[in-house]
């Protein structure tokens, strides 16, 4: 089993930065990647920020030039740096590992609330 606990969520203003962690824990030994995804009232889940164990990266448009994600692999957490917040990136997000075996499979964070006011 794959524990993940985020934290860092919050209220902010709009142009304000917020940062996200997420920390795993358990069977991770086929760990590939860990990222962001986000779920605003009504919308569909959709991918934030992802980075493999190599390093590479990959955004969402809406948030390029705004957020960065990073990962501490010793310490087995991934990291969303958010700037420039906007209204329209208040959602729940949830912390996103993806491990490798005969196939792709996932473990989700409970999810922490982003709120960003006009």
């Known amino acids: 089993q794959v524990q993940l606990v985020e934290s860092g969520g919050g209220l902010v203003q709009a142009g304000g930065s917020l940062r996200l962690s997420c920390a795993a824990s358990?069977?991770?030994?086929?760990?590939?990647?860990m990222g962001w995804y986000r779920q605003a009232p009504g919308k569909q889940r959709e991918l934030v920020a992802i980075?493999?164990?190599?390093?590479?990266?990959n955004y969402a448009d809406s948030v390029k030039g705004r957020f960065t994600i990073s990962r501490d692999n010793a310490k087995n957490t991934v990291y969303l740096q958010m700037n420039s917040l906007k209204p329209e990136d208040t959602a729940v997000y949830y912390c996103?590992?993806?491990?490798?075996?005969?196939?792709?499979?996932?473990?989700w964070g409970q999810g922490t609330q982003v709120t960003v006011s006009s």
């Open positions: 996103n590992a993806r491990f490798m075996g005969t196939t792709y499979y996932n473990y």
């Open positions: 980075m493999a164990n190599g390093g590479s990266t």
């Open positions: 358990g069977s991770i030994f086929r760990l590939d990647a």
